[in-house]
């Protein structure tokens, strides 16, 4: 049953002029259009991941305890980051900054994913405790260190990392560092995350039925 109807990237706003000719695609350029922002990366990878390993979703639920449920009902969490952040080369008008002005991404050492423990969602009380709400994490990290062909659409510029939280557990609190998932199971391509996670998905749905 749909509760109500989500707009259309042509839809115009319903009132008075000038905005009887806005469209919604306007308020998305406006808004979400830049994929360096720290808050848009997050969403940004929980789509891709979605498009990577063909998991139908009609629209992102932001308040749901998981970001991906798979066909076999596997929950995942998506965490993204990059050396690169919309905040280091412009100001707070939106114009750039002059080169020389350029925050420079962080060493390697200090990348960390954060989040992973949360309480959950669909609980009222406030004071639950916070735990690891999915089955499997994916790590998605854009480490294209030079600005001017930083492109969050190339997938080759992205490395990928899907950990099983009881692995995960081992070697991570409510955060992980990059380095640490670097060294504990190495960057993948997108290619190689698709082949991995299905891999890990299959793995996790068995012995889910098997208990």
Not at 124 to 130: F, G, K, L, S, W
Not at 182 to 197: D, H, I, M
Request: some cysteine; charged content about 25%; proline content about 4%.
């Amino acid at each position: 049953m749909i509760i109500y109807r989500t707009p259309q990237p042509t839809d115009t706003v319903i009132g008075p002029e000038p905005l009887s000719d806005t469209t919604l695609l306007e308020f998305w350029q406006w808004a979400f259009s830049d994929l360096c922002d720290d808050d848009l990366k997050g969403i940004f990878a929980e789509w891709l991941v979605h498009k990577l390993l063909g998991v139908p979703s009609l629209r992102r639920v932001s308040w749901a305890n998981s970001d991906v449920i798979t066909a076999s009902g596997v929950p995942l969490e998506v965490k993204a980051t990059s050396y690169w952040q919309s905040w280091k080369v412009m100001d707070q008008h939106g114009q750039p900054y002059e080169e020389s002005l350029y925050k420079l991404p962080l060493d390697d050492s200090k990348i960390r994913f954060g989040g992973l423990m949360a309480r959950d969602s669909a609980n009222t009380d406030m004071y639950t405790a916070r735990s690891q709400k999915s089955q499997l994490y994916v790590f998605a990290f854009q480490h294209e260190r030079d600005i001017k062909r930083w492109n969050a659409m190339d997938l080759t510029q992205w490395e990928f990392y899907v950990v099983r939280a009881k692995d995960l557990a081992q070697i991570a609190g409510r955060t992980v560092a990059l380095s640490k998932l670097r060294q504990e199971y190495g960057p993948l391509t997108s290619t190689e995350f698709v082949s991995r996670a299905k891999q890990l998905i299959e793995q996790v749905a068995r012995e889910s039925n098997t208990i």
